[in-house]
């Protein structure tokens, strides 16, 4: 079975990650986020075509896998990425 990791807790992070579980449903989806909390957007209301209102949670980790319990939460920060190797290093 095959790991993604998703670097950062921030909006950008935890979407990308919702997404990568929504369309692949047997993989494991790890978020890798050095702060505490993670940012997550509910209820997006476009005003137009191009304005969107979104509101934006911020959950510990415990809260943020209830509702996603696909996605599991590391909380440590990475001090290196290799592309060639598909392989993070954390700083623990
Ligand atoms: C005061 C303020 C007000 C704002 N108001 C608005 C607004 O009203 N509307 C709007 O659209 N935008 C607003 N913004 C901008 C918005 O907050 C940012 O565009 C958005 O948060 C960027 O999200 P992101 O997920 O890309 O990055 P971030 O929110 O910065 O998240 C990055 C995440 O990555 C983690 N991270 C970084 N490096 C590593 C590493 N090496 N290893 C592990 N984890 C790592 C961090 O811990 C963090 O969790 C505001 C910004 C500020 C500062």
């Given at each position: 079975?095959?790991?993604?990791?998703?670097?950062g807790g921030g909006?950008?992070g935890v979407?990308?990650?919702?997404?990568?579980?929504?369309?692949?449903?047997?993989?494991?989806?790890?978020i890798?986020t050095?702060t505490?909390?993670l940012?997550?957007?509910?209820?997006?209301?476009?005003?137009?075509?191009?304005?969107?209102?979104?509101?934006?949670?911020?959950?510990?980790?415990?809260?943020?896998?209830?509702?996603?319990?696909?996605?599991?939460?590391?909380?440590?920060?990475?001090?290196?990425?290799?592309?060639?190797?598909?392989?993070?290093?954390?700083?623990?």
């Amino acid at each position: 079975m095959s790991v993604r990791v998703v670097v950062g807790g921030g909006i950008s992070g935890v979407c990308c990650a919702q997404e990568l579980a929504r369309l692949n449903p047997n993989e494991e989806i790890v978020i890798v986020t050095a702060t505490e909390t993670l940012l997550e957007a509910k209820s997006v209301f476009a005003w137009s075509k191009y304005l969107e209102e979104i509101d934006i949670f911020e959950k510990t980790a415990d809260q943020f896998v209830l509702s996603n319990p696909n996605i599991r939460i590391v909380e440590d920060l990475i001090d290196a990425i290799n592309p060639d190797s598909h392989t993070v290093h954390l700083k623990s």
